[in-house]
C-alpha cells in the first residue's frame, strides 16, 4: 500500500520531460513570433513614416527657394493650422504647434523618429524633418491603415501562440514518451524478475540504454552467481550438520535405552556426543566469519615468532616435532587474525602428516611445509572452497572450511597465501606479506 501511495505522490518522468519540452518549444515559437511582430512592425513603420514625409514635403511649397516666405508660413501657427497640415501634430523645436487630436500631455514623450505611439487604440506615427535653417520639425498623425496590420499581426500571433502550445504539448509528450520508452520497457521487464525468473534485459537500440542494459544484466549475474552460492552453500551446510546430528541422536537413542546399565557404552557414547558437538562448535564459529560481509580488524606491529608460539602452544612439542629455519620479521596486520590463519594451516600439516613439520621464514614471507601424504595436483587449486575435501575417505571429521576462512582472512589483510603440494611428497603453504616488514 505504501509504495503504491509513493508511485501516485511521485511525478511522471514522461510528464516532466513533456513539460520541459513543451517550455521549451513555446519559448522559441514565443520568440520566433515577436521577432516577427518587430519585424514587421520596424518593415510597416518605415513603409507609412516615408508616406508621410512625401506627403508633408516642404519642396512641394517651395518654388525658386523662397525661403522667406517659408519662414513666414512657419512663424504663423495660424497659417499651419489652416493649411496642409491642419489634420497633423506638429512640433517645432519642442514646441508644439498643432495637436487637433488632443493626444499631447506633460507626460508625452517621443524617444524618436520615425516612431509608431498607440494612443485610445490607434496608432499615430511620428517623423522628423530637419529644415533648411536647422529647425527640426516633428510631424505625426493618426495611420489606419497600421493600425489595421498592427491589429491583424497580434490577432494572427495569439492565434499561432495558442496552436503553437498545443502542438508543442503533443509533440512535446510524444517525444518524451518515445525517448523513454526503453527506460519503460526495461522497468516493466525487472519488475517480472524474481529469483526464480532472472531473464535478462534485451538488447537496445540507442547506446545510453544499451550500457544501462549491460549494467542490469551485469547486476542480474551476480544476483544469479550469489543465489547459486548461498544455494550450494546452504545444501553443504545441511550435509554437514546432518551426519553430526545423526551421530548425535543414535547415542542419545542408545544412551535412553542401554546407557543405565552398560559402562562402557556410556563412556564410547559421551565420548562420540563430546566429539559431535566440538565438530558443530568448531564449523559454527568458522560459518560466523564466513558469514561477516565486511569486518575490520585490529592492525599492529609484531614480531612474527610470536604468533607462531602463540599457535604452538596449542600442541604437545614432545609427541610432534616442529622445526623453525631462517630469521624471523616484523610483520603490520592483525595478531588475532593471523593466528587463526597459522593455526589452520598448522592444524592442516598435522592431521595429514605424521612427520615433522617445518617452519621456515623467508624474507617477508612465511612457509608452513609437511611431508605427508599430499595433495593431487588437480585438486590443489580446489582447496580453499568452502566444504572442499581432497581426501573424502578420512573420517576425521573434517569440515572443508578452515582453508576457506584462511582465504578469506588473508584477502582482507592483503596477505597472498599459495598453496603447492605433491602426492607422497608433501605439502607447503605460504604467505607472502606486503607493506613495510622487517626482519629482526
Known amino acids: 500500500m505504501l509504495d503504491t501511495l509513493s508511485e501516485k505522490i511521485k511525478s511522471s518522468a514522461v510528464l516532466n520531460q513533456a513539460i520541459f519540452f513543451t517550455i521549451m518549444v513555446f519559448i522559441i515559437i514565443t520568440i520566433i513570433t515577436f521577432s516577427m511582430k518587430i519585424l514587421v512592425s520596424t518593415t510597416a513603420l518605415h513603409g507609412y513614416s516615408k508616406a508621410l514625409i512625401n506627403q508633408i514635403n516642404p519642396n512641394k511649397i517651395l518654388k525658386n527657394d523662397e525661403t522667406d516666405i517659408f519662414s513666414k508660413f512657419l512663424e504663423n501657427t495660424d497659417i499651419i493650422k489652416r493649411s496642409f497640415m491642419e489634420n497633423k501634430i506638429v512640433i517645432l523645436d519642442n514646441k508644439l504647434i498643432n495637436d487637433p487630436y488632443k493626444i499631447i500631455d506633460e507626460n508625452f514623450r517621443i ?8 494612443k485610445n487604440g490607434i496608432y499615430y506615427i511620428f517623423v522628423g524633418l530637419r529644415l533648411f535653417d536647422n529647425s527640426k520639425m516633428i510631424v505625426g ?3 489606419l491603415e497600421f493600425t489595421a496590420v498592427m491589429g491583424a499581426f497580434n490577432y494572427i500571433s495569439i492565434i499561432i501562440l495558442i496552436f503553437g502550445l498545443i502542438f508543442s504539448i503533443i509533440i512535446s509528450y510524444l517525444l518524451a514518451k518515445k525517448s523513454l520508452s526503453p527506460t519503460i520497457k526495461i522497468s516493466k521487464k525487472l519488475s517480472k524478475i524474481n529469483i526464480e525468473n532472472l531473464e535478462r534485459v534485451p538488447e537496445q537500440k540507442t547506446i545510453e540504454f544499451q550500457v544501462l542494459a549491460n549494467r542490469l544484466n551485469s547486476m542480474l549475474d551476480r544476483i544469479e552467481q550469489g543465489y547459486e552460492i548461498q544455494k550450494q552453500f546452504v545444501s553443504d551446510v545441511s550435509h554437514e550438520l546432518r551426519t553430526p546430528l545423526t551421530t548425535l541422536n543414535g547415542y542419545i537413542k542408545m544412551l535412553k535405552r542401554w546407557g543405565k546399565n552398560d559402562e562402557k557404552l556410556l563412556e564410547e557414547s559421551i565420548e562420540k556426543i563430546e566429539t559431535s558437538t566440538n565438530y558443530l562448535k568448531s564449523m559454527i564459529e568458522k560459518l560466523l566469519i564466513l558469514s561477516k560481509p565486511d569486518f575490520n580488524p585490529e592492525i599492529s606491529i609484531f614480531n612474527i615468532s610470536d604468533a607462531i608460539k602463540e599457535v604452538l602452544k596449542l600442541y604437545n612439542t614432545q609427541e610432534r616435532k616442529f622445526i623453525e629455519k631462517g630469521t624471523s620479521f616484523n610483520v603490520e596486520t592483525s595478531f588475532e587474525y593471523l593466528i587463526i590463519i597459522l593455526k589452520t594451516l598448522i592444524e592442516n600439516a598435522v592431521k595429514y602428516s605424521e612427520k615433522e613439520i617445518e617452519i621456515i621464514y623467508d624474507k617477508n614471507s612465511i612457509i608452513i611445509k609437511d611431508f605427508g601424504i ?10 580453499f572452497e568452502r566444504f572442499y575435501q581432497a581426501d573424502t ?5 573434517g569440515h572443508g572450511l578452515g582453508l576457506s576462512i584462511a582465504k578469506k582472512l588473508c584477502e582482507k589483510l592483503n596477505i597472498k597465501i599459495v598453496a603447492n603440494s605433491k602426492i607422497n611428497e608433501g605439502s607447503s603453504f605460504k604467505l607472502m606479506f606486503g607493506g613495510k616488514n622487517s626482519e629482526n
Do not use: L, N, Q, Y
Open 393 to 397: 575417505s578420512r573420517k576425521d571429521f
Open 141 to 143: 498623425g493618426p495611420s
Open 111 to 118: 524617444p524618436g523618429t520615425p516612431v509608431a505611439i498607440k
Open 374 to 383: 599430499g595433495i593431487p595436483e588437480d585438486k590443489v587449486e580446489h582447496i
